[in-house]
């Protein structure tokens, strides 16, 4: 028989960004701009371009901005229409969502992701779905959610989206224990979080891409805080791998960008201004008088 369709996705934003203070005291971190576009707005590209259609925010109190970001805007599109910008409304339509794609829960506590994937658990009901986090930027030809649908397709289960780091790295990641190892593709016995270098059970990170089995809802169910307070997803996913339901983690082609850092966001801000036509002759050249610059001054 073949597995069900992954036609939904969960975007948890609810978190407060505190390491983008002061800027996200009210700005949601998920609305800050790489380049033009407001992080989640990547998110959102790569949900839609992987097939997914109901579009699921976890949301909270001062995040209203990110909802009428993907609302209508009469003022605007009247005021670009009447001066004939097509261009510019053209683009103000396309970043908006249908009103029967999108549906916004409130998670009134940030308790933890765990916590607010449980939040849309009535909307999801008994189908398989993805997560994305939308601070985990991914530059990829396939996209990411596409090729790890592909996966599930043939594996069933939940899937884990996977990216290799050095030891040194590994305390700041889930870290995923492996058995069967096919390309891309293995088989997860377990997962630790934040471990040391030396107890690692293998250089695979777990990053912010989930196809997940609905399971997890039960799971999730009165698990307490764990890491920094916090009710994680991690720990609901390490119970359904000790109830022995299929997971795998898959080592996915492209990119990552951790902007939920300072120096991922900026790394970020780089490299997606200098693909853009438009903006990498001169930008590209600021650049490179700017390590001039540094060069000499060493
Ligand atoms: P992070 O832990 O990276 O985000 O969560 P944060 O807590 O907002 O940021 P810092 O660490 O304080 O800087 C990853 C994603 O999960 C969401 C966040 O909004 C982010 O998109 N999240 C986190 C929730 O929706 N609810 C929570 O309780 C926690």
């Not at 989640?40 to 579009?55: F, K, N, R």
């Not at 506590?109 to 009901?125: N, T």
């Not at 990411?144 to 990216?163: E, F």
């Not at 979080?193 to 695979?204: F, I, M, Q, V």
Request: net charge negative.
């Amino acid at each position: 028989m073949a597995n069900a369709k992954v036609t939904k996705a969960i975007f948890p934003v609810a978190g407060l960004g505190t390491r983008f203070l002061p800027a996200t005291k009210a700005i949601p971190k998920e609305t800050l701009t790489l380049v033009d576009r407001p992080l989640i707005q990547y998110a959102v590209d790569e949900a839609l371009a992987s097939g997914i259609e109901q579009l699921i925010f976890v949301t909270s109190r001062g995040k209203s901005n990110l909802e009428d970001y993907f609302d209508r805007s009469p003022e605007l599109e009247r005021t670009l229409s009447k001066a004939g910008k097509k261009d510019l409304l053209r683009i103000v339509h396309d970043v908006t969502l249908d009103s029967g794609a999108v549906t916004y829960v409130r998670q009134n506590q940030a308790l933890g992701l765990g916590h607010a994937i449980s939040c849309a658990r009535h909307l999801i009901q008994d189908e398989p779905f993805a997560v994305i986090l939308p601070d985990d930027v991914i530059s990829a030809s396939t996209p990411c959610l596409k090729q790890m649908i592909d996966v599930y397709n043939r594996t069933g289960g939940s899937v884990i989206a996977a990216m290799e780091v050095p030891p040194a790295l590994a305390s700041s990641y889930g870290i995923l224990d492996v058995a069967g190892v096919a390309g891309r593709v293995a088989e997860v016995r377990g997962i630790v979080e934040k471990p040391a270098a030396d107890k690692a059970p293998s250089n695979l990170a777990v990053i912010g891409r989930y196809i997940l089995d609905p399971s997890i809802f039960d799971h999730l169910d009165g698990l307490p805080p764990s890491a920094g307070g916090e009710i994680q997803l991690t720990d609901g996913i390490a119970a359904m791998i000790a109830a022995g339901q299929g997971v795998h983690a898959y080592r996915f082609s492209g990119d990552r960008f951790d902007c939920g850092s300072k120096a991922g966001f900026l790394q970020a801000t780089v490299s997606f201004a200098l693909a853009r036509s438009e903006l990498r002759e001169e930008f590209g050249s600021y650049l490179n008088s700017m390590v001039a610059l540094q060069n000499a001054a060493q």
